[in-house]
């Protein structure tokens, strides 16, 4: 797999995630801070990037640089998952 292709489908899963917080952010405005309200939380953000070195780790040697793009793309999405975690009762 070249790393063009590699890294196709997550610039097509990050810009569905942005569409979907703009399309949302107009239909209610303050929505978009909510969302990523992940970015400011510690905990959320060491987990993800735990899980974006593990990413890269495991995935350098099979997709070289498009390990990157998938490592950023999971990292963000652990760490809103443990934000969301963290935030229910």
Same mark, same amino acid.
């Given at each position: 797999?070249?790393?063009?292709?590699?890294?196709?489908?997550? +610039?097509?899963?990050? @810009? =569905?995630? #942005?569409?979907?917080?703009?399309? &949302?952010?107009?239909?209610?405005? /303050?929505? %978009?801070?909510?969302?990523?309200?992940?970015?400011?939380?510690?905990?959320?953000? +060491?987990?993800?990037? @735990? =899980?974006? #070195?593990?990413?890269?780790?495991? &995935?350098?040697?099979?997709?070289? /640089?498009? %390990?990157?793009?998938?490592?950023?793309?999971?990292?963000?999405?652990?760490?809103?998952?443990?934000?969301? @975690? =963290?935030?229910?009762?």
């Amino acid at each position: 797999m070249s790393s063009a292709t590699g890294v196709l489908p997550v +610039a097509v899963v990050i @810009a =569905a995630l #942005v569409i979907k917080t703009a399309i &949302g952010e107009l239909r209610r405005p /303050g929505s %978009a801070r909510r969302q990523w309200q992940f970015a400011s939380d510690r905990r959320a953000l +060491a987990a993800g990037t @735990a =899980a974006a #070195v593990a990413t890269v780790l495991l &995935g350098w040697p099979h997709a070289k /640089g498009a %390990a990157n793009a998938w490592a950023f793309l999971i990292g963000a999405l652990t760490a809103h998952l443990v934000h969301q @975690a =963290a935030r229910r009762p």
